[in-house]
């Protein structure tokens, strides 16, 4: 079963920057980030195929928001711009090998699950 490992959560002033990795332990095709929020439903926010190019991005961390993987390495990253309040939350990596069965944010397409970093953005 695949190990993830995030890291480079944090606390940031609106408007700031932070980035992401996760480091998984084999290569996997798909690996995704998700958030949540206290009191709110895990959202997909950024997603990647590990073999191309394809990304998939939430609406509301489109332009802000840019996922990016070094295969050699099994990593991903999570680049965060301009961050505002409601980015709050406790950042989760995900992975699944092999086609994904629903839909490339949705949680339910991915059996990998990291520990969480929790980011936070003060106004």
């Given at each position: 079963q695949v190990r993830l490992v995030e890291s480079g959560g944090g606390s940031v002033q609106?408007?700031?920057s932070l980035r992401l990795s996760c480091a998984a332990?084999?290569?996997?095709?798909?690996m995704a980030w998700f958030r949540q929020a206290p009191g709110k439903e895990r959202e997909g926010v950024a997603?990647?195929?590990?073999?191309?190019?394809?990304?998939?991005?939430?609406?509301?961390?489109?332009?802000?928001f840019t996922i990016s993987r070094v295969v050699r390495n099994n990593t991903?990253?999570?680049?965060?711009?301009?961050?505002?309040?409601?980015?709050?939350?406790?950042?989760?990596?995900a992975a699944?090998?092999?086609e994904l069965?629903?839909?490339?944010?949705?949680?339910?397409?991915?059996?990998?699950?990291?520990?969480?970093?929790?980011?936070?953005v003060s106004s």
């Open positions: 609106a408007g700031g332990s084999m290569y996997l095709y798909n997603a990647i195929y590990t073999s191309s190019d394809f990304t998939r991005y939430a609406d509301s961390v489109k332009g802000r991903v990253y999570l680049q965060m711009n301009n961050l505002n309040a409601e980015d709050t939350a406790m950042y989760y990596c699944q090998g092999g069965q629903g839909h490339v944010l949705s949680a339910t397409s991915y059996s990998g699950w990291g520990q969480g970093t929790q980011v936070t």
